[in-house]
């Protein structure tokens, strides 16, 4: 767009902040940046509430600015996606395992974000029971929702075992020509990542709003050969 003041296509709504969007497309800047403002941490590394980087100069931060102060940080995209598959062999033992990684990837967590603060009707629902609030808010101790914080944007680059499977095969079952495999597979067995969220690997542009971890699925099976 030829007009200076247009900043891209501002996208990715979220639950919880009425009318916030995270993401952006932006010239000069990656696809799916997500567009917040930059937190402010004490000594103790601990986000201190409302606080953020002034980035235009006007002496006003966060909200105050009327979101002069929001920028493209980050991205949903990782810088690589790899996979490693395996079949091992000994004797009559088989044993085979499909591994992949996904590296340089950001998620925007609104499920924190949406559900850590304290104050009125963040704590309270409308007939006046405590809403469920996770374990993280103790590390913020945020009053009011902090939707568009550079906080919640978090490294979601993981590693993830998809299955591993192990058999064994009886060659001569009841003669010759007979034979049997007995093998147990677990899908899904171990993710390795950094990820606050309950699962790095979201689809869509990279707003996690995911309250259900992937299952854990172990499968005995018997093949039978005549």
Do not use: C
Request: proline content about 4%.
């Amino acid at each position: 767009n030829d007009d200076p003041n247009y900043v891209g296509v501002i996208h990715g709504g979220i639950d919880g902040g009425t009318g916030y969007n995270v993401m952006i497309n932006a010239v000069n800047n990656p696809y799916n940046s997500f567009y917040v403002f930059e937190q402010i941490y004490d000594q103790n590394g601990k986000p201190i509430e409302g606080a953020y980087v002034d980035h235009n100069g006007d002496g006003k931060v966060g909200e105050k600015d009327n979101d002069g102060d929001l920028i493209a940080y980050k991205k949903s995209a990782p810088d690589v996606f790899m996979g490693l598959t395996s079949q091992l062999s000994y004797k009559n033992w088989d044993f085979s395992f499909a591994l992949r990684a996904s590296i340089g990837n950001y998620a925007y967590n609104n499920v924190q974000s949406n559900r850590e603060a304290w104050d009125g009707s963040q704590m309270y629902d409308q007939t006046g029971f405590l809403k469920n609030r996770l374990t993280s808010a103790w590390k913020t101790n945020f009053k009011t929702g902090q939707y568009r914080s550079s906080y919640y944007v978090q490294n979601a680059s993981f590693v993830r075992m998809d299955n591993i499977s192990l058999g064994y095969t009886f060659n001569k079952l009841f003669n010759d020509k007979q034979s049997a495999r007995v093998y147990v597979t677990v899908q899904n067995p171990f993710v390795i990542t950094k990820y606050d969220g309950l699962d790095p690997e979201i689809s869509g542009s990279g707003v996690d709003n995911n309250i259900y971890p992937r299952p854990r699925v172990f499968m005995l099976g018997l093949n039978l050969n005549f």
